[in-house]
Structures are given as structure tokens and as C-alpha cells.
């Protein structure tokens, strides 16, 4: 089963709006990774914030984590129509085999009208 | 310098056959993951490889899937009797290490698997 969880499952807006996806989990972490996928391919990761950290910026893109309340949010501003995308949280699942597994929401569908 | 690469593309198979799909992570990265992603659906872990080796097998759906990586480079993942629920894309990535928190993914481009 997932770990995290998007919301909403689809967002539709118009170009030059702000787009806002949330993104909650379950267990603890000690880290949260938003990554973007077009057209059902490979993912690029976008942006990482640690459990330390409550909000980080990278160009349009704006990111909060609220570990009291198990919840991320991923904001892109003035968005673009190239903005168009699936857009997943990627939580460290925990140790496995000594290691940290990234696991994946079902992620937000995200439409950019031009 | 090259991303990861993933071959073939796209596989239509039949009910039955056995498919072998590879993946060419970025050179020098150890840890090597395979993710499979069915229509509309997040990605579901299947498989981990710190070099060569894979500690934990339990995320392959049945005995049916395995992996290899040979040479701390290539893995192939291997669909043995193929069925119409195998249909997915097959997502590769890498990472430069394991076992450090937040260490960044790197994506192939998939391979989209049909079974008839």
C-alpha cells in the first residue's frame, strides 16, 4: 500500500493560476520528495524537503511540511500550460534491508489550460 | 552525461510468454530500483539492488517476476508465463548510493508492457 497519498486526484486550471497539490502520510519520515511525470514515463524529481525543514522554494515551485499533521503541500505558481503533468509525493517508506525505500502516492493529475 | 535507459520501449507480448526487460542505470550509481506502474495508479516497488545484490525480494508480485544485475551495472527483470494483469509500465531508476536518507531517484522512461 502507499504511503503517501495525493489530493485532489485531479486539478484543472486555467495558465497564470496557482496550482496547490497536498500530499499526507501515514508513518514517520525523514524525508519527503515531490517528482513530476509526463505521460506516464519516468518521474523527475523535483524537489526534496527533510523532516527538519517546514517550507523550501525552487523557482515557481513552493513546499511545506507539516510533520504534526503528517501532511506536505506542493505549490506551483503562475502556472503554465507545460506545467501539465502528474505530479507525485515520494516518502522514505523505512529501512529495508538496512536501506530507504522511496514510496509513491497514486499522485495528482494536474491539467494547465493555455 | 546519459540518464537511464530502459529497452524496449514498449513490449506487446501474449498470455503465456516469458519478456526480459532491461535497464542501463546512470554509470556509477549502486543502487538500481524497479517500479511497476499500472494505468492511472501510483508506482508499486518491486525490487531494490545495492550492486549486485538484492536484499529484499518481497515487493515482486509472485515468483513469476525476478531480477538480476550483473556487473554492478545492467539488471534485467524477468516475467516468466506472462498474464493480462502484468500489463503496466515498468519503471527503472538509480541513485548514486543507498541507504542515504533522501538520496535522489533518477528515472528511465519506462517500458510499457501489453500482455494479450
Known amino acids: 500500500s502507499q504511503q503517501g497519498e495525493e489530493d485532489p486526484q485531479a486539478l484543472s486550471i486555467q495558465e497564470g493560476e496557482n496550482a496547490t497539490m497536498n500530499c499526507s502520510y501515514k508513518t514517520s519520515i525523514n524525508n519527503l520528495q515531490w517528482y513530476r511525470q509526463n505521460s506516464g514515463r519516468g518521474l523527475v524529481h523535483l524537489i526534496l524537503?527533510?523532516?527538519?525543514?517546514r517550507e523550501k522554494h525552487s523557482g515557481r515551485l513552493r513546499v511545506t511540511l507539516d510533520t504534526s499533521k503528517k501532511s506536505s503541500s506542493l505549490l506551483i505558481t503562475a502556472s503554465r500550460a507545460a506545467d501539465t503533468a502528474s505530479y507525485f509525493c515520494?516518502?522514505?517508506?523505512?529501512?529495508?534491508?538496512?536501506?530507504?525505500?522511496?514510496?509513491f502516492g497514486r499522485g495528482t493529475s494536474l491539467i494547465v489550460h493555455p | 552525461g546519459a540518464g537511464v535507459s530502459q529497452s524496449p520501449s514498449n513490449k506487446v507480448t501474449e498470455k503465456g510468454k516469458d519478456v526480459e526487460l532491461r535497464c542501463d542505470p546512470i554509470?556509477?550509481?549502486?543502487?538500481l530500483y524497479w517500479y511497476r506502474q499500472s494505468l492511472g495508479q501510483g508506482l508499486e516497488f518491486l525490487i531494490y539492488?545495492?550492486?549486485?545484490?538484492?536484499?529484499?525480494k518481497s515487493g515482486l508480485p509472485s515468483d513469476r517476476f525476478s531480477a538480476e544485475r550483473t556487473g554492478g551495472s545492467v539488471s534485467t527483470l524477468t516475467i516468466q508465463r506472462t498474464q493480462q494483469e502484468d500489463s503496466a509500465v515498468y519503471l527503472c531508476?538509480?541513485?548514486?548510493?543507498?541507504?542515504?536518507?533522501?538520496?535522489?531517484?533518477?528515472f528511465g522512461p519506462g517500458t510499457r508492457l501489453l500482455v494479450l
Open positions: 515520494a516518502t522514505d517508506l523505512g529501512a529495508s534491508g538496512g536501506s530507504y525505500i522511496p514510496t
Open positions: 539492488f545495492q550492486g549486485n545484490s538484492a536484499p529484499d
Open positions: 554509470s556509477g550509481h549502486t543502487a
Open positions: 531508476a538509480s541513485s548514486l548510493e543507498m541507504g542515504l536518507v533522501g538520496e535522489t531517484q533518477y
Open positions: 524537503i527533510r523532516s527538519n525543514e
